[in-house]
């Protein structure tokens, strides 16, 4: 039986325990403790930045940062010897015998609008050059994001009746606590499966409510005008992140690497040149692993991003189609909790350091 009330006491305990444990790795780095964990630096993650806004319901909130907290993050990381890379930059950088400080590296990925009117005024203001990971489907509004999808439609309706994969299965969504019950049971089918299915079903019980899921990515996204200017400017690069965001992992192999290479196509239509850097979407290691490496290398890029946290090290070099990078999490913004993922000490200390 799914329980929204332990999904939710799940969800809190296990804020909580990361936030306890942010705090005490705070304090070690601010002792200098542990001071080699934090390795040649690190690659950042952020999807949405923008102003805080104040949602009853708000599933993916993980995935917005504000503008301030980016200028905090870039302020404090400065002040602890990082120094800003472009990602593109990063091998040239990981070979230098001496470098003048751990690298601090930012990725955008998706492509929304908030990127270029919050996001871009902060990196512009320190100098620090920055990459936006581009999903072809997205920007010619062919394709849906499921998770801005399903909020706007499980926040407007009384109950969620949805074949999970197992037959159809009708979820109440009466209180906040449903709600957010309903979304992580999406979302977890969704975590480690072949997508399309289960996005077409979501995207047609959208439409019966009246949502149209392209307009939200038509809201959200920007278009290829948009981003053309935005590459204009000095400090972006813009890389490829597939054409219909799916997990690449449960894919036959030429459907793969179709996503791979049209996404690839696609920017370069936009901006005039070859992408030289990938980022695979969601990025743990259910939706890539060898196979999407391979396919990255021979494709054609210099490296490839995942979402497996970590630090970077001498080692990246020989692993540079599947860097790890570090998430700032729209749960935990406070300066200091930047520091003290930045310190490497949580990877250490868990033994999930990557190269």
Request: with cysteine; glycine share 8%; aromatic share 8%.
């Amino acid at each position: 039986m799914f329980e929204p009330n332990t999904v939710a006491a799940r969800r809190f305990l296990k804020r909580t325990a990361i936030q306890g444990g942010l705090e005490a790795v705070s304090l070690l780095s601010k002792a200098g403790i542990m001071s080699r964990a934090r390795g040649k630096g690190a690659i950042f993650t952020l999807h949405h930045v923008r102003p805080a806004k104040d949602k009853a319901f708000d599933p993916v909130a993980h995935l917005t940062i504000t503008p301030e907290f980016l200028d905090a993050s870039i302020t404090r990381l400065k002040a602890a010897g990082h120094v800003p890379v472009a990602l593109e930059d990063l091998p040239d950088f990981l070979s230098q015998p001496d470098q003048p400080g751990p690298a601090m590296v930012f990725t955008l990925d998706d492509g929304y609008r908030d990127n270029d009117l919050h996001a871009r005024p902060v990196f512009e203001k320190h100098g620090v050059p920055y990459t936006v990971f581009i999903a072809g489907g997205f920007v010619d509004r062919t394709h849906s994001i499921w998770w801005e999808t399903a909020e706007q439609l499980i926040s407007q309706i009384d109950e969620f009746t949805f074949d999970f994969g197992k037959g159809e299965l009708t979820l109440p969504t009466l209180s906040l606590k449903q709600k957010y019950a309903a979304f992580s049971r999406l979302n977890a089918a969704l975590g480690c499966a072949d997508q399309a299915p289960l996005i077409s079903q979501l995207d047609a019980q959208a439409r019966a409510a009246g949502i149209c899921p392209t307009g939200i990515v038509d809201r959200e996204v920007m278009n290829e005008g948009e981003l053309r200017q935005l590459a204009a400017t000095p400090l972006v690069q813009l890389g490829a992140h597939t054409i219909s965001h799916s997990n690449l992992a449960h894919l036959p192999a030429e459907m793969m690497r179709a996503e791979i290479s049209l996404s690839t196509e696609r920017v370069a239509q936009i901006t005039g040149k070859t992408p030289r850097t990938f980022a695979y979407p969601y990025g743990d290691r259910c939706a890539a692993e060898a196979r999407e490496y391979q396919a990255a290398r021979e494709l054609g890029f210099d490296l490839a991003v995942t979402t497996n946290p970590g630090i970077l090290q001498t080692s990246s070099l020989q692993n540079q189609f599947s860097l790890p990078r570090i998430s700032l999490n729209g749960y935990y913004q406070k300066g200091r909790y930047v520091g003290a993922l930045a310190s490497g000490i949580p990877f250490a200390l868990s033994g999930s350091a990557q190269g």
